[in-house]
C-alpha cells in the first residue's frame, strides 16, 4: 500500500523567511511518481510538480525548488525568500502509475502561513 | 485553453434529496477522476475512467454514489439519497498520459464543488 506524509500540519513564517515543507512516502513499487500540488485560499489545486522515481535530480522553478531524495523516501519542497502570496496548503502526492493513469494518494497537507 | 469545468460551484441540499455534479474535462484528456477533500479524510480518490469507461471506483464510499462517463467531455457524479456525511468539496480532474507529451501525465482538477447536506 502507498502512504504520504505530511507531519507538519501547519507553519507560520514571517514574509522573506526561507521555509521548507517535508513530505515521506511509502511504496513498494520501484517505479513510482511523487507531485506537489498548491490549494490557496479560493479552493482550486494547482499543480507545482511531478518527479518520477528514477530522477534525483533537484529542481529549481524561481523561489520554489524540491529535493528528492530516494534513500530516505523524502520529496521535500523549499520556498525561498517567502511571500504572502505563498499562504496556501500545499499537499504532496504520490503515484504508483504514471500520475495521469492512476489516481493519487495524498499527504494531510501543510499549512503554510506567510506573515507580512 | 479552457481547464476542467465543474458545476455547480456550490450546492446545498437536503438529507435524503438527489445530488448531482457535473464534470467536463480538458478537451483531449481520455483520463477522468473524482475526489472527495474532507477535513477528518483529507483528499481521497472516489473512482476514475479511462476513455469513458470506469476502471477503479474502489474509492466510491457505499451505494448510495454513482458515477457515469457518457462521452469524453462529460462526467456525472450522483449521491442518491444525500446524508449530512456527504458534506464535502468534490473535484473533478483529468489528464492524457496517452499522448506521450510533458505533463500529459499530470492531473489537472477543476475548481471543485462545495456541498453541503443538511
Known amino acids: 500500500a502507498q502512504k504520504v506524509t505530511q507531519a507538519q500540519t501547519e507553519i507560520s513564517v514571517v514574509e522573506k523567511e526561507d521555509v521548507t515543507l517535508d513530505c515521506v512516502y511509502e511504496t513498494r513499487d520501484t517505479t513510482y511518481y511523487l507531485f506537489w500540488y498548491k490549494q490557496p485560499p479560493s479552493g482550486e489545486l494547482v499543480f507545482l510538480i511531478r518527479?518520477?522515481?528514477?530522477?534525483?535530480q533537484n529542481e529549481i522553478s524561481g523561489r520554489y525548488s524540491w529535493n528528492f531524495q530516494k534513500s530516505t523516501s523524502s520529496f521535500n519542497f523549499t520556498i525561498t525568500a517567502s511571500q504572502v502570496v505563498d499562504s496556501a496548503v500545499y499537499f504532496c502526492?504520490?503515484?504508483?502509475?504514471?500520475?495521469?493513469?492512476?489516481?493519487?494518494?495524498f499527504g494531510k497537507g501543510t499549512h503554510l502561513i506567510i506573515q507580512p | 485553453d479552457a481547464g476542467v469545468i465543474q458545476s455547480p460551484r456550490h450546492e446545498v441540499t437536503e438529507m435524503g434529496q438527489e445530488v448531482t455534479l457535473r464534470c467536463k474535462p480538458i478537451s483531449g484528456h481520455d483520463y477522468l477522476f473524482w475526489y472527495r477533500q474532507t477535513m477528518m479524510r483529507g483528499l481521497e480518490l472516489l473512482i476514475y475512467f479511462n476513455n469513458n469507461v470506469p476502471i477503479d471506483d474502489s474509492g466510491m464510499p457505499e451505494d448510495r454514489f454513482s458515477a457515469k462517463m457518457p462521452n469524453a467531455s462529460f462526467s456525472t457524479l450522483k449521491i442518491q439519497p444525500s446524508e449530512p456525511r456527504d458534506s464535502a468539496v468534490y473535484f473533478c480532474a483529468s489528464s492524457s498520459p496517452s499522448l506521450g507529451l510533458a505533463g500529459a501525465d499530470t492531473q489537472y482538477f477543476g475548481p471543485g464543488t462545495r456541498l453541503t447536506v443538511l
Open positions: 518527479r518520477n522515481s528514477f530522477d534525483e
Open positions: 502526492a504520490l503515484s504508483e502509475a504514471g500520475g495521469g493513469a492512476d489516481g493519487l494518494t
